[in-house]
């Protein structure tokens, strides 16, 4: 399996500003995904970034909003833009195993005042 | 109704127990199946993955799948406080080429193993 890192693993942010999220992989990779966990609450996907193309977002969420760049294949950033106490969530990334299997990294648990 | 229904617990029990943990689903597309263990304030960890109806088993864990009745489920035999966590299920469309699936996962069912 992938060994997957996230930067920052948590912060606290205020109202109106952007934060971007970091995702690393150890290994090259074709798909990345961004994932986001409300409290108490399943994963959603955001959007799945292929690298060297515009990443596709699920209803429900706009580029314009969560801004993603995939530069190359065993990196990933994911920018929540204009942050409102909503935003507070945990936002994953994670890559595709060798089947249909995903594996996550640890997570950016963020908060938004 | 969603795609996906896990109850989330809390579920408590004692030591050594076995716990039967189910999800059921609506879209008889999906054809992988997937469970994920994830601990307080870390990233989801995959346990088990199967892609057939009937039992896979990994060490204390089983996870069975009925694709007649869309209904799967995670057994832990001998459970130990370490397997305290939440567990969530997640399942996908069959053979998309290259990857790329979109995971639709359930809630999450809450366990705590209790000395």
């Known amino acids: 399996s992938a060994v997957i890192s996230q930067k920052p693993s948590r912060d606290i942010c205020q109202r109106g500003t952007s934060l971007t999220i970091q995702c690393q992989v150890d290994?090259?990779?074709?798909?990345m995904f961004w994932y986001r966990q409300q409290p108490g609450q399943s994963l959603t996907l955001i959007a799945t970034?292929?690298?060297?193309?515009?990443?596709?977002?699920e209803s429900g969420f706009v580029i314009d909003k969560f801004p993603i760049s995939r530069p190359n294949l065993t990196f990933s950033t994911l920018t929540v833009s204009n942050m409102s106490p909503e935003d507070s969530s945990i936002y994953l990334c994670?890559?595709?195993?060798?089947?249909?299997?995903?594996?996550f990294g640890p997570g950016t648990r963020l908060t938004v005042l | 109704q969603k795609e996906v229904e896990q109850d989330p617990g809390p579920l408590s029990v004692p030591e050594g127990a076995i716990v039967s943990l189910n999800c059921t689903y609506s879209n008889s597309a999906f054809q992988y199946f997937m469970w994920y263990r994830q601990y307080s304030r870390k990233g989801p960890e995959l346990l088990m993955y199967t892609y057939s109806s009937g039992n896979k088993e990994d060490g204390r864990f089983t996870a069975q799948v009925d694709k007649s009745s869309k209904y799967i489920s995670l057994f832990i035999r001998d459970s130990q406080p370490s397997d305290s966590a939440t567990y969530l299920c997640?399942?996908?469309?069959?053979?998309?080429?290259?990857?790329?699936?979109?995971?639709?996962f359930g809630t999450g069912t809450q366990l705590k193993v209790e000395l």
């Open positions: 994670s890559v595709d195993g060798t089947s249909n299997e995903q594996f």
């Open positions: 970034a292929n690298q060297g193309s515009e990443a596709t977002y």
């Open positions: 290994s090259q990779v074709t798909m």
């Open positions: 997640a399942m996908t469309v069959w053979g998309l080429t290259g990857g790329g699936n979109k995971l639709t």
